[in-house]
């Protein structure tokens, strides 16, 4: 079973960046697609991005569209969320998530990680 290590939060300004990283214990990574979700402060958990095993396919949510991007290093076991032009909206805990299908829905990843909060101050 794989295992997920979120880092790479911490607060930054309104148009700053940040890259979250998402690393993975287990042999067994390319077999999972990797999504990562957020969920502020009394709000429920929502979609950021996902990419199939080998990166070739990708998805984001329209509120991140062209200014965050998902990217994976199997060799390193580790997929990437860069973020940049961020807005005080964008402040929660980010969740990096493994399942089988490349999906946008929380409920279809099966291992989550712990989480990583990002804080943007306007």
């Known amino acids: 079973q794989v295992q997920l290590v979120e880092a790479g939060g911490g607060l930054v300004q309104t148009g700053g960046s940040l890259r979250l990283s998402c690393a993975a214990s287990?042999?067994?990574?390319?077999?999972?697609?990797v999504g990562w979700f957020r969920q502020a402060p009394g709000k429920e958990r929502e979609f950021v991005a996902a990419?199939?095993?080998?990166?070739?396919?990708?998805s984001d949510a329209d509120s991140v569209k062209g200014r965050f991007a998902i990217s994976r290093d199997n060799a390193k076991n580790t997929v990437y969320l860069q973020m940049n032009s961020l807005k005080p909206e964008d402040t929660a805990v980010y969740y990096c998530?493994?399942?089988?299908?490349?999906?946008?829905?929380?409920?279809?990843?099966?291992?989550w990680g712990q989480g990583t909060q990002v804080t943007v101050s306007s």
């Open positions: 287990g042999r067994t990574f390319t077999t999972y697609r």
């Open positions: 998530a493994a399942g089988p299908p490349l999906s946008n829905r929380d409920q279809d990843y099966n291992i």
């Open positions: 990419i199939s095993r080998y990166g070739v396919t990708r």
